[in-house]
């Protein structure tokens, strides 16, 4: 059975997406002076970043313990060497789970923060009260945003990769299912330095796209407290997909 897309989404997402890059343009366009932005960005980079770090902590260690559970129970091949656990946590948490996982789960708290901080400025009139003032609304308020999460995801995903790691060694060896050595060679063994410049790579862009949609979610909200919430939710979701989208677009690129 065929499935039809509903002739009004792809005119609405199109719709979208042009406000979506009109906005980014109004973000980029007349800034204010550059001295008003560092205190600004000091100060989302300890939102985004510094209130991030324990979600981000037990997450990362988390992953990295259950895969090297998962991968442990299912290598029942004598022919295969134990090293091989290490190997596979690294390779899944650096290329992917510490990235993309960890940037899903920052869109859901970050993302929805933002969107309801500045739909929230918006509905109580707070972003009139800016433009009145002559102050470029869009950059003042959003571009710190932007910059600090180019600075603070990957820093969060260095950490997410350091942890996941930890995570993995824990429970390989407390279970016994291989011992230090074995999971540190693993580890060593044929790795690529370029998968760590990729999975920053990724860090940026996932930063961008999520603290760039999400303002802009938040910041053409009209009506209420009900729009504010549901806007909230919907920069939730589109970032995720666009995460999703970029992750394989990345991947096909880069590597």
């Known amino acids: 059975m065929q499935t039809r897309c509903h002739p009004a989404a792809i005119p609405l997402l199109l719709k979208n997406l042009g406000r ?24 989302e980079m300890d939102r985004i970043g510094i209130d991030s770090i324990f979600i981000v902590s037990i997450v990362s260690f988390s992953i990295g313990a259950v895969t090297a559970i998962q991968t442990a129970a299912n290598l029942v091949s004598p022919f295969v060497p ?14 992917e789970l510490c990235t993309t996982f960890t940037c899903v789960i920052l869109a859901g708290k970050v993302g929805s923060n ?10 109580t009139e707070q972003i009139d009260a800016l433009e009145v003032m002559g102050i470029n609304s869009a950059s003042y308020l959003v571009l710190p945003k932007i910059v600090a999460g180019l600075i603070m995801f990957p820093m ?20 016994g299912a291989m011992t230090d050595y074995q ?36 910041y053409i909200t009209q009506g209420g407290s009900l729009e ?25 690129l880069l590597l």
Not at 87 to 93: A, E, S, W
Request: glycine share 6%.
């Open 156 to 175: 969060l995903v260095i950490l997410s990769a350091f942890l996941s790691l930890l995570g993995g060694y824990m429970a390989a060896t407390l279970t």
């Open 82 to 95: 134990t090293w091989t656990i290490s190997l596979i946590v690294r390779d899944m948490t650096i290329l």
């Open 20 to 43: 979506y890059l009109l906005f980014l343009a109004s973000v980029f366009r007349n800034p204010e002076k550059f001295k008003t932005y560092p205190p600004l960005v000091v100060e």
């Open 114 to 123: 933002i969107a309801g901080n500045l739909g929230t400025m918006r509905i």
């Open 228 to 252: 504010v919430g549901q806007n909230s939710t919907k920069a939730v979701v589109n970032s995720c997909i666009a995460i999703l989208i970029s992750d394989y677009l990345l991947a096909q």
């Open 183 to 218: 999971y540190v060679y693993g580890i060593r063994y044929g790795f690529i330095p370029y998968n760590i410049t990729f999975a920053l790579i990724k860090a940026v862009v996932f930063g961008f796209l999520i603290t760039s949609i999400s303002a802009y979610r938040g």
